[in-house]
C-alpha cells in the first residue's frame, strides 16, 4: 500500500558528502512527518533528524551543522544532504514517513528498506 525507495547511498572518504532521498508511493492520503534514521551493527536504530509537512526540523546532536534534512511535498520524498562525514557516521539509514492511508482509520509509521553509508579513508 505504501512503498518507500530510498537511493544515494554509498562510500565516500572522511569529510566528503552525500545526499539520501526516499520517495514515497502508493494509496496515500497524507503524510505527515518525515524522518531519516539510522543503524549500526549491534545498535538500537537511532534518530538523525525529522521534518514536519510545515518544514521544520531537528536534528540529533552529533549531525547539527553537518546534515540537512528537506522535503518535497509534490513529490513525497525526502532529502538528507549530508556533509563532512566521519567514519562514526557509517551505518544503514533508514526514511521514515507518518502517514494516511484510505483503508487505515489512523496514521502509521512506514520504513524505507535502508540504504548503506560508508565513510572510510
Known amino acids: 500500500q505504501v512503498r518507500l525507495v530510498e537511493s544515494g547511498g554509498g562510500a565516500v572518504q572522511p569529510g566528503g558528502s552525500l545526499r539520501l532521498s526516499c520517495a514515497a508511493s502508493?494509496?496515500?492520503?497524507?503524510?505527515?512527518?518525515m524522518g531519516w534514521y539510522r543503524q549500526t551493527p549491534g545498535k538500537e536504530r537511532e534518530l538523525v533528524a525529522t521534518i514536519t509537512n510545515g518544514g521544520s526540523a531537528d536534528y540529533a546532536h552529533f549531525v547539527e551543522g553537518r546534515f540537512t534534512i528537506s522535503r518535497d511535498n509534490a513529490k513525497n520524498t525526502v532529502y538528507l544532504q549530508m556533509n563532512s562525514l566521519r567514519p562514526e557516521d557509517t551505518a544503514v539509514y533508514y526514511c521514515k514517513i507518518r502517514a494516511f492511508i484510505p483503508t487505515n482509520i489512523d496514521w502509521d509509521d512506514y520504513w524505507g528498506q535502508g540504504t548503506q553509508v560508508t565513510v572510510s579513508s
Open positions: 502508493g494509496s496515500i492520503y497524507s503524510i505527515g512527518a
